[in-house]
């Protein structure tokens, strides 16, 4: 196996001409057999669907383990099992792995959503100065994008209470906690998919940027819910607000519903909700549910449809909570993700630090060589 590792490889390149046929060799036997170090996948969980009981796609594999996801569940508050048999199966339900999406560009594949992600990052990084500009870029996690269409959001949005609107809108990404900012903004991006085709948006615009923001929005969740040590420096009580949004969304469904509603009637029966009385007044502090604030979001974020500026905001701050999140993990936790075939999030740190953004990438005073510093607090 030493014969296909990455430093016989490099050993062989750079080697004699007469070894170069044995270079070839084992760079088409890596080729063909060799899994990739990343799958290209991100995983996805949606809270609405969770909330449900229901995936919104599945096949006769899928009902099984969600009608044997329900006898585990009633079986586990019986007996009390401490086994996680619950969680395991709900994971395999809800839990969907997806293919980052490519496209066929001059005979090449190309990502929408990776290149999204590059140039966002390349135009950060043009933008830097100094240390302190490098910092304030890195810690913003949708301020920037809401700031620059300012003009265009104030003018989309109903005449009455503009300003308002648009305060609340970037309260959402400055005053919230991460953790709340990602719940609300998760919701409030499902609740932005309904009739979003039947919009007056450029086609294409909008069928570029939404898939993007979807993606994003979903692999957040899935990294706050499942995989929280990526976001252990900025998760807070993600788990426990998740949690009480879930019930609530739970209890709802189920008061107003005499059937069992889909993902599209749950979209529908939340956007009917009178959101005129903030939803603190109503359910106290003891819930940390957010759960109609993220409605109230929605509404206010589905007034700009004049030429896909809906889909311009949302995914530029799901890219903007993507890079800070990124820059927050700790570097140890990135490291023992390569050595399970990576994650989406720790591409993104390798390329910050490549970019020279972010804590992980500091330059010493006096010393012409920038050092890439892995932090582990």
């Excluded at 490519?102 to 100094?130: C, M, T, V, W, Y």
């Excluded at 998740?242 to 739970?250: G, I, K, N, S, V």
Aim: proline share 2%; charged share 30%; with cysteine.
């Amino acid at each position: 196996m030493l014969l296909f590792s990455n430093r016989a490889a490099v050993f062989l390149k750079q080697s004699h001409r007469c070894w170069q046929w044995l270079a070839r060799l084992t760079r088409a036997v890596n080729q063909r057999w060799r899994p990739r170090r990343w799958s290209g996948k991100t995983s996805q969980l949606n809270l609405i669907s969770h909330s449900l009981g229901k995936p919104d796609q599945y096949g006769r594999k899928i009902k099984c383990c969600l009608w044997l996801s329900k006898i585990v569940g009633w079986l586990s508050k019986v007996i009390a099992c401490c086994l996680r048999v619950e969680d395991i199966v709900d994971d395999f339900v809800f839990i969907r792995r997806v293919k980052i999406p490519k496209q066929q560009e001059q005979g090449e594949d190309k990502s929408p959503l990776l290149d999204f992600i590059f140039k966002g990052l390349k135009d950060a990084a043009q933008q830097r100065d100094n240390k302190e500009q490098i910092m304030e870029l890195c810690n913003c996690r949708g301020k920037r994008v809401i700031k620059y269409y300012e003009t265009e959001i104030k003018e989309a949005l109903n005449n009455d209470d503009k300003n308002s609107k648009f305060d609340m809108i970037m309260d959402t990404v400055v005053k919230s906690e991460f953790d709340e900012s990602l719940l609300l903004w998760h919701i409030a991006t499902d609740l932005c998919l309904l009739d979003d085709h039947k919009e007056g948006a450029p086609m294409e615009h909008r069928a570029r940027l939404r898939p993007i923001g979807e993606t994003l929005s979903e692999y957040m969740l899935y990294l706050l819910i499942k995989q929280p040590e990526m976001l252990s420096a900025t998760a807070g009580i993600g788990l426990l607000r998740y949690r009480d949004t879930r019930e609530e969304a739970a209890r709802f469904f189920g008061s107003m519903a005499a059937w069992e509603p889909d993902h599209g009637d749950a979209r529908k029966m939340l956007l009917k909700v009178n959101t005129t009385k903030k939803p603190a007044e109503v359910k106290g502090d003891r819930s940390k549910s957010v759960l109609f604030d993220a409605v109230i979001l929605a509404k206010a974020l589905r007034e700009l449809d004049d030429g896909g500026l809906r889909w311009d905001v949302i995914t530029g701050v799901w890219g903007e909570m993507l890079t800070y999140a990124a820059g927050k993990c700790r570097g140890s936790t990135h490291v023992r993700q390569l050595s399970r075939g990576g994650e989406l999030i720790t591409l993104v740190w390798f390329l910050m630090a490549h970019m020279g953004l972010g804590d992980m990438y500091q330059i010493q005073e006096g010393d012409a060589k920038a050092k890439l510093i892995v932090h582990d607090q």
